[in-house]
């Protein structure tokens, strides 16, 4: 899939994001979509496995971006070999574009949220994977209600 073309809308939701004044750093939330919409053969295993994690962790588990972000720090430093994941030609319905295209504030924060999910839903052939791994490696108790 080519970033080019949504690249630049890509860093103008960003500026959206970071100023975002909502205390669950949605922040997280777009650099996760964005990351498994547009990966390629060049990225990294890392890169692609904390983005469907955090995909998981807020479409599955409601996390918010801070939690995701946190759960990104613990498995950092637990693994240092990242799984291999398929990727599928189609990367979901929704794209960037699609949630610039929805006015700032509640409705664009929810246009946030389906990008998301509709990026999950396309690597839905990874999610078992996805979810072994997480219950694998994150510890069970603080605020993860993975069983």
Known sequence: MNQKPEQEKYYELTYYTISHPGPSFIHQHIVDAYAAQYADENTKPIT??????????????NYSGK???????QLAKKRK??????????RGEVTVSDVLAAPPGRERDEA????????????????????????????????????
């Not at 692609?48 to 588990?61: D, K, Q, S, T, V």
């Not at 070999?81 to 189609?90: E, I, L, S």
């Not at 946030?112 to 108790?141: F, M, P, Q």
């Open 67 to 73: 939690e995701a972000q946190k759960a990104h720090m």
């Open 48 to 61: 692609l496995a904390f983005a469907l994690i955090g995909l998981y962790l807020h479409i599955e588990r």
């Open 81 to 90: 070999v990242w799984p291999v994941f398929n990727q599928p030609k189609h």
């Open 112 to 147: 946030i949220r389906k990008w998301c999910a509709s990026v999950w839903e396309a690597y839905r052939e990874n999610h078992k994977k996805i979810i072994d791994l997480v219950r694998t490696e994150l510890e069970y108790g603080e605020r993860h209600p993975i069983k």
